[in-house]
C-alpha cells in the first residue's frame, strides 16, 4: 500500500470518529486547495502588480478566523417568531440573511454543519488549510454592481483582502490538425490580451472571436449598470427600467437566447465552437447549446472586469465573515441543527410554511421559511409530508440533476509545478469524451496566490472530474476504498503529461467520490445543481425565490441564475429582497404584485 493510501485511509478513520471534518457549501463543486507560492517566483505583468497594489490598499486587513465549531450563539428561542428561518448555511443562505439582517429583520439560520459556508468552507491538515469549495472566486471586484461578494460582505461589515489572479484558466485541449500538439490556451484577466492569444490559435475566426464575446459584454455592462434585486418585485423592476431602460431592454432581448446560438452566429470553425462549448462546461455541466447567455454574460466578463480575486487566508474567511456579521447584527446562527420537516400550516392553495423541526423533535416558529438545500431536498425529503406543487412537477421535467464529481486532495512537493504555472487548469484529451465521466479534469492550486495557509515547500492541489452517484452503488466497504485509489491513481497519471513526477512528489492524499459529497452536503446524489433536461429558452424556464407554498422560499444553485458562487449570491440578493418586501419591511406596489408574479410563473411553467 502507498504512503497516500495509508494517509487517506487513516483520515477517512479519523473523519468517521469525528477527529477531522470537511466543510462544504451547497451549490458549488469542490476545489480543494492549500495556499504555497513557488519560491522565487515573479509577478511578470506590471499591470498585475499595479491591480494587486491598488486592490490591498483599498480593503482593511481581514478579521481574525472565528471558531464556529462549539458556537452556536446561545440557544435560539423556541417562542420567538422569526422574520425568517432559514435552512442551510451555504453562499445562498448566508447571503439571504446577511441581506434581509442588515436591513432590520430577524432571521434564524440553522446549519446541519459546526461551521457556516458548505463548500466554501475550510478544513485543515498537517499545516494546511483546504478550500473545499470553488477557489475559482468571481463577484470581489471594487467596481461596479455585480461584485456581489463584496457587497454582501460590506451590508454586514465586513471586507477581505484579496489576491488577483492574473488567468481564469489554462486549458489544455485536444489536438487536431490545426493544432498538433494540442490546443493551449490561457484565458487572461486582460480581455485584449485573452483575444489576441485565442485569435492568434484561430486566425481566420479573430472577428468571430471579438464580435462574440462583444456581445457577452452586452450582457455583463447591462447587468453591470443595474442594482441587482429580485426578478419577482415589479416595483423595482419599473425603477431600473426607469433609471436605465436601454439595459433593461437588452437583457429582456437576451432573456431567451442560448450561448450556443450567440457563438454560431459569428464562429464557423467547429473547434473553436468546441472551446466556446468547454468555456460554457466547466462551470454550467453543460455544453453552450443549453447554457443561457444571460449567464455566460456574467462569468465569461466579469472575469476581466472585476478579475479573479482569491480571498487571503482561504475561500472559507468569507462565509466566516458573513456569519460573524450576521450574527452582529442581531440575528441567529444555529450549528449542527439538522432540519427534518418544514412545518406547514392549511392545505390546498392555502398551504403556508410557519417553521421547522430538527431531527430531534425541537421546533421553531418564522414568518417565512428559506430553503438552502436543493428543490429535490426541500420538497421531496423536508415537505414529503405534502404533495409535489404542480410547479415542482413541471420543474422536474425541465431539469434533471446534474452529475456529481470525484475529488482528490493532495499535498505535493513545491518543485513538482513548474515555474509559471497558473492556480487552475482544464484538461479534455478528447472532445467526444468532454462530457462523459471522468471525461474532464479540472485542477487547482491557489497555494500559487497565497503562501500563507501551506507548509513551507508544498503545494495543495486538488484534482476533480465529473461522475454519477449511481457508479458507486452496490459496493462493499473494501471495494468502495479499492475503487477510489483506483481512479484516483488513473486521474494522476493522466496529469503527469503536465506535471511529470506528481504521483512521487506526493505528501497525502485523500479521495472523495459522489457519495462524499451527498454525505456532506447533503444534496440529492451530490449532485451540482440543476442542468436542462431539454433545449432550454435562455433562463424563462429557471424559477425565482417564491415557491407554490405560501410563506416558503428557496435560494441557492437551484434557483436564478443558477450554479457558481456568485451566482448563488445573486440569488441570496434576489431572494432577501422578495422576501423584505413579502414581510412589509421593502415597498412594493400591492395592485400590481400577484397579477405580474402569476404572468411569471405561467411563462416559467410554459418555457
Avoid at 454586514?156 to 488567468?167: A, C, N, Q
Wanted: net charge neutral; aromatic share 8%; hydrophobic share 35%.
Amino acid at each position: 500500500m502507498s504512503n497516500g493510501s495509508i494517509f487517506c485511509n487513516a483520515q477517512l478513520q479519523k473523519l468517521q470518529t469525528g477527529a477531522f471534518h470537511i466543510h462544504l457549501r451547497q451549490g458549488s463543486f469542490l476545489t480543494l486547495s492549500c495556499q504555497r507560492v513557488l519560491p522565487g517566483r515573479k509577478l511578470k505583468s506590471p499591470v498585475r502588480r499595479r491591480h494587486e497594489a491598488a486592490v490591498r490598499a483599498r480593503v482593511t486587513e481581514a478579521p481574525e478566523q472565528k471558531k464556529h465549531s462549539t458556537k452556536t450563539t446561545g440557544e435560539p428561542d423556541p417562542n420567538v417568531l422569526y422574520d425568517a428561518i432559514i435552512v442551510g448555511g451555504g453562499m445562498g443562505g448566508l447571503t439571504t440573511a446577511s441581506q434581509m439582517a442588515s436591513k432590520g429583520a430577524r432571521v434564524l439560520l440553522l446549519e446541519k454543519y459546526i461551521i457556516p459556508g458548505g463548500s466554501a468552507g475550510v478544513f485543515e491538515r498537517e499545516g494546511y488549510k483546504f478550500d473545499v469549495g470553488s477557489s475559482m472566486m468571481f463577484g470581489m471586484g471594487h467596481e461596479g454592481t455585480t461584485n456581489l461578494i463584496t457587497k454582501a460582505l460590506q451590508a454586514v461589515g465586513k471586507e477581505l483582502e484579496t489576491i488577483p489572479d492574473p488567468t481564469q484558466i489554462h486549458y489544455h485541449l485536444p489536438k487536431s490538425a490545426a493544432h498538433p500538439e494540442g490546443l493551449d490556451v490561457k484565458v487572461w484577466r486582460d480581455y485584449e490580451q485573452f483575444l489576441q492569444e485565442l485569435g492568434d490559435r484561430f486566425p481566420k475566426e479573430r472577428k468571430g472571436i471579438r464580435n462574440f464575446y462583444d456581445e457577452c459584454w452586452r450582457v455583463f455592462n447591462s447587468l453591470n449598470s443595474l442594482e441587482l434585486k429580485s426578478l419577482e418585485e415589479p416595483r423595482y423592476l419599473l425603477g431600473q427600467f426607469v433609471k436605465q431602460p436601454i439595459a433593461c431592454l437588452t437583457l429582456a432581448s437576451f432573456l431567451a437566447t442560448n450561448t450556443g446560438d450567440v457563438a454560431r452566429k459569428h464562429i464557423q470553425d467547429p473547434e473553436l465552437l468546441s472551446f466556446i462549448d468547454i468555456e460554457c462546461y466547466c462551470w454550467s455541466t453543460v455544453l453552450a447549446g443549453l447554457t443561457p447567455m444571460m449567464n455566460a454574460g456574467m462569468v465569461f466578463c466579469d472575469r476581466h472586469y472585476g478579475g479573479i480575486n482569491y480571498p487571503k487566508g482561504g475561500v472559507g474567511r468569507i462565509a466566516q465573515s458573513l456569519a460573524d456579521g450576521i450574527e452582529e447584527h442581531g440575528s441567529s446562527i444555529m450549528y449542527k441543527a439538522n432540519v427534518r420537516r418544514i412545518l406547514t400550516e392549511g392545505e390546498g392553495d392555502q398551504l403556508k410554511a410557519v417553521g421547522v423541526q430538527l431531527l430531534d423533535g425541537r421546533t421553531f416558529k418564522g414568518q417565512t421559511v428559506i430553503s438552502n438545500a436543493t428543490r429535490w431536498d426541500t420538497f421531496e425529503y423536508m415537505m414529503e409530508q405534502q404533495a409535489l406543487p404542480r410547479s415542482e412537477q413541471l420543474f422536474r421535467q425541465r431539469y434533471k440533476k446534474s452529475p456529481s464529481f470525484i475529488s482528490i486532495h493532495m499535498g505535493v512537493k513545491a518543485d513538482v509545478l513548474p515555474e509559471g504555472t497558473e492556480c487552475h487548469h482544464i484538461i479534455v484529451e478528447d472532445w467526444g469524451k468532454m462530457q462523459d465521466p471522468l471525461g474532464t479534469l479540472f485542477v487547482s492550486v491557489p497555494s500559487l496566490l497565497d503562501p500563507s495557509v501551506c507548509p513551507e515547500g508544498t503545494h495543495g492541489v486538488h484534482i476533480f472530474t465529473p461522475d454519477w452517484a449511481d457508479n458507486w452503488k452496490g459496493m462493499s466497504s473494501q471495494e468502495y476504498e479499492q475503487k477510489k485509489e483506483q481512479v484516483a491513481n488513473g486521474l494522476v497519471q493522466r496529469l503527469e503529461t503536465l506535471f511529470p513526477g506528481l504521483q512521487a512528489a506526493t505528501i497525502f492524499r485523500e479521495v472523495g467520490s459522489p457519495r462524499t459529497h451527498r454525505k456532506f452536503l447533503n444534496r440529492a446524489d451530490g449532485s451540482y445543481g440543476p442542468i436542462p433536461a431539454r433545449r432550454p429558452l435562455g433562463m424563462l424556464g429557471m424559477p425565482f425565490n417564491r415557491t407554490a407554498v405560501k410563506g416558503l422560499y428557496c435560494v441557492g444553485d437551484s434557483t436564478f441564475p443558477g450554479q457558481g458562487v456568485n451566482a448563488v449570491v445573486f440569488s441570496g440578493f434576489g431572494c432577501a429582497h422578495r422576501v423584505l418586501c413579502d414581510l412589509g419591511k421593502q415597498p412594493t406596489i400591492p395592485v400590481l404584485d400577484p397579477a405580474y408574479n402569476s404572468l411569471l410563473g405561467a411563462v416559467r411553467d410554459r418555457a
